[in-house]
């Protein structure tokens, strides 16, 4: 069965300083990726997602993220946060063929100004 | 515009007593979900659906059924409501195959769901 792991439950940054979130996911096959935020008191939009080709994903608000087969890993990252990013940050997996989609617990993200 | 809307935002029950969520869309998209947020445990989904009279099981579909009579409206009943199913619930829409086909999600507002 597939699960997604973020390892950061709670991350507390600066304004301007850079931003990387972890996500491994355990299943073999081929997967679809995703990176979804929601805003305090808003519903969930997609960041980006990966289905193939160039591992290296860019998406919305300067916001990126590289998938590494070899690590299970599909890592969020921004060089220079700002207070407006402070959200939180879901990553997910769908199995490809599969039409379930499991997201991981979320990492809160809070950026002092 | 287009959008996923949830109705009612807000809702207080007791247990035992029959509820409806209702999830409409208007983007004629084919896959449907609901999901309960709940703190710690991110999102788990419920049921999906990939089409009007298809509907699946997610990863905690206990205590909760779904229908799809129409492709736009997706509703989440609670036969039997119970403490535990107090949660954040947001149902999503997604055109094609939704997450298998790497189409993403389009999320309502959410209703926030009590249950005494």
């Known amino acids: 069965a597939q699960s997604v792991s973020q390892h950061n439950h709670h991350v507390i940054l600066s304004e301007a300083a850079s931003l990387e979130l972890g996500c491994n996911y355990s299943y073999g096959g081929t997967v679809n990726l995703f990176w979804y935020v929601q805003y305090p008191g808003q519903h969930l939009q997609l960041l980006l997602k990966y289905f193939s080709g160039d591992p290296l994903v860019k998406g919305i608000k300067g916001f990126e993220a590289e998938f590494i087969k070899s690590k299970f890993s599909f890592n969020l990252r921004k060089p220079s946060v700002q207070w407006s990013d402070t959200a939180e940050y879901f990553c997910a997996v769908n199995a490809a063929r599969d039409d379930k989609i499991i997201f991981g617990k979320g990492t809160r993200l809070h950026i002092l100004p | ?116």
């Not at chain 2, 009943?77 to 829409?93: D, G, H």
């Open chain 2, 1 to 116: 515009e287009a959008q996923v809307t949830q109705n009612p935002r807000y809702l207080i029950t007791v247990t035992g007593k029959k509820l409806t969520v209702t999830c409409s869309q208007n983007m004629n998209h084919e896959y449907m979900s609901w999901y309960r947020q709940d703190p710690g445990l991110g999102l788990r989904q419920i049921y999906y659906s990939m089409n009007v009279e298809v509907t699946d099981k997610g990863d905690v579909p206990e205590g909760y059924k779904v229908s799809r009579k129409e492709k736009r409206n997706f509703p989440l009943i609670l036969e039997s409501p119970s403490p535990n199913q107090t949660s954040l619930y947001f149902c999503a829409s997604s055109s094609g195959g939704g997450p298998s086909t790497n189409e993403k999600l389009f999320f309502g507002s959410g209703t926030q769901l009590s249950v005494l």
